[in-house]
């Protein structure tokens, strides 16, 4: 099937009846977000892609990311406290998942670093204090947080202006 899929003149069109097996309805959306979720295939950072589903509390955002994403190695997170995201391990999934945009576009929240896994930022570097155990005196390391695909769902009308602007 998937031989048939990549061989295909119109692509999407052979993909069309395995993507209603697993989503029925939503014919455009699922569609554009199978696309934009292939950004979590390729090595590339700047390729790199943020979805955000945006809409009304239980109209299907979950069901669409989950249902999307399926095949993918997806780091599945609920929610950030405030730092968290600097620290997870993200080298081995291909996608992140954050259930529930929540407030993490608020600057207020120490986790609007958020916007800055896209492809347009090139990730981000982090530098944190750091104890040397041998001579017990405090340094900086840097640690570098690249871009990842990113999926995430919200109830929200008005979000940061710069995730708004770099989110499909």
Same mark, same amino acid.
């Given at each position: ?6 061989? %295909? ?22 569609? %554009?977000?199978?696309?934009? &979720?292939?950004? %979590?295939? &390729? ?18 955002? $979950? ?10 190695? *997806?780091? +599945? ?15 081995? $999934? ?11 576009? +608020?600057?207020?929240?120490? *986790? ?33 947080? $690249?871009?990842?695909?990113?999926? $995430? ?13 770099? %989110?499909?």
């Amino acid at each position: 099937e998937l031989q048939k899929i990549l061989n %295909a003149d119109n692509q999407l069109e052979a993909l069309t009846p395995h993507l209603d097996n697993m989503l029925v309805g939503e014919e455009t959306i699922k569609k %554009a977000i199978t696309v934009l &979720c292939l950004s %979590a295939k &390729c090595k590339e950072p700047e390729k790199k892609q943020i979805i955000l589903l945006k809409g009304d509390p239980g109209g299907g955002k $979950s069901n669409l990311a989950k249902h999307t994403t399926k095949g993918y190695k *997806v780091k +599945d997170v609920g929610r950030f406290t405030a730092h968290a995201l600097d620290y997870s391990d993200l080298e081995s $999934s291909e996608i992140l998942y954050l259930k529930e945009l929540g407030n993490m576009d +608020d600057e207020q929240t120490g *986790v609007s670093t958020f916007k800055f896994v896209s492809s347009e930022d090139g990730g981000y570097v982090l530098e944190g204090t750091v104890k040397d155990e041998e001579t017990g005196r405090y340094t900086t390391e840097q640690r570098k947080i $690249s871009p990842i695909t990113t999926i $995430s769902t919200t109830n929200r009308i008005v979000l940061d202006a710069q995730l708004d602007r770099r %989110a499909w």
